[in-house]
């Protein structure tokens, strides 16, 4: 009786499946795929699911657009981390400096300045700066470290002192009584290019100076 039963609804089923997926048409255009297990009345029936071609063509272009836009989603995506971090890194100013006066707009020139060099080894947020002021045939050096956390450390005994590291720059601040120096360093036009900004207010001296240096480049 049950063998029966089923053979009789089976027809029944396999129309409304097909037509549920907009698939009913004549045999003669369709195509065979896995039958469908699906579950009635506690009973398991296996059905023979006749799929039209045009509907198989439409599936297979549907999941190539999907395609398409999976990978330029994922494309997008990776493009947008790997700039993410690239811009994420702060700058590496580590390099031999060399003062370009032509390009340099100083309020206040040392007497008898020449040239100036200036000497950053950068390793991490680690900074080892040197600075010569150039007199004709002598110079005059200055060194000091700084650590660009933001924290305040003494410098050279005298000084109090911060380096802060910003988006595209460093920001150097000393001071004492009666003293204060800050100075905004920076690439100018490229790598190539270094900006220190200084603004310097004292009893004696106060000035804006923008020092510009070029890079030295081994030959």
């Known amino acids: ?48 699911l006749y799929v ?6 439409e599936f297979s272009i549907i999941t190539l657009e999907r395609m398409k836009n999976i990978r330029f989603f994922l494309t997008v995506l990776g493009l947008y981390i790997y700039q ?19 390009k340099s707009k100083l309020e206040h020139r040392p007497k008898g300045l020449t040239s100036s ?3 950053i080894m950068q390793k991490g947020d680690e900074f080892r700066l040197k600075r ?17 956390d933001g924290k305040t450390r003494k410098v050279k005994v005298l000084f109090k002192g911060k380096l802060e590291q910003e988006e595209n720059n460093l920001l150097a601040t000393l001071w004492r009584k009666n003293f ?8 100018g036009t490229s790598e190539n290019e270094f900006i220190a900004d200084e603004v310097m207010t004292s009893k004696s001296n106060s000035h804006h100076n923008i020092w510009i240096f070029d890079r030295q480049i081994p030959k």
């Open 1 to 48: 009786m049950c063998s029966r039963a089923n053979t009789r609804h089976a027809p029944r089923r396999q129309t409304l499946i097909l037509e549920k997926i907009g698939a009913r048409q004549e045999l003669k255009n369709t195509a065979l795929v896995n039958p469908i297990i699906f579950h009635e009345d506690r009973k398991f029936f296996n059905i023979p």
């Open 52 to 57: 039209s071609q045009n509907l198989k063509d």
């Open 84 to 102: 993410s971090v690239i811009f994420a890194q702060p700058s590496n100013y580590s390099g031999t400096w060399i003062l370009n006066l032509e």
């Open 117 to 119: 060099v200036f000497i």
């Open 132 to 148: 010569y002021h150039i007199f004709g045939d002598k110079k005059k050096k200055i060194s000091f470290k700084m650590v660009a």
């Open 180 to 187: 204060s120096n800050v100075v905004n360093y920076k690439f």
